[in-house]
């Protein structure tokens, strides 16, 4: 599997922006796909993430409520609805898949095998 994020840009707190991760192959819609971010110097950390189904969803607490991922299988894209932005939320955000976790979400990056190149997202105050 083959992952390409795109969506990202600059923008002003309290904006939003939509994230994008396209997913070769047909066996694209049998993986879990979640999303990661990392600010330079520091460690890259889970977002969100969504079943193979789309069926069930988890955030991290940071992002919980303003961040949606959805799915549309039949295009092989992942999305990241990204609301009411805070500079805190500037990072490379990076999409990754997984089938390690029958009908799961996993938040911990060694369960997942495939990684996107990353999108720079910059939020201004």
């Known amino acids: 599997v083959q992952l390409q994020a795109s969506g990202g840009g600059l923008v002003q707190a309290g904006g939003s922006l939509r994230l994008s991760c396209a997913g070769s192959g047909r066996t694209f819609s049998t993986y879990a796909v979640a999303w990661f971010r990392q600010v330079p110097g520091k460690e890259r950390e889970f977002a969100a993430a969504?079943?193979?189904?789309?069926?069930?969803?988890s955030y991290a607490d940071s992002v919980l409520g303003r961040f949606t991922i959805s799915r549309d299988n039949a295009k092989n894209t992942v999305y990241l609805q990204m609301n009411s932005l805070k500079p805190e939320d500037t990072a490379v955000y990076y999409c990754a898949a997984t089938r390690r976790v029958l009908n799961g979400t996993p938040k911990q990056i060694p369960l997942y095998d495939y990684w996107g190149q990353g999108t720079q997202v910059t939020v201004s105050s």
């Open positions: 969504i079943t193979w189904s789309g069926g069930s969803t």
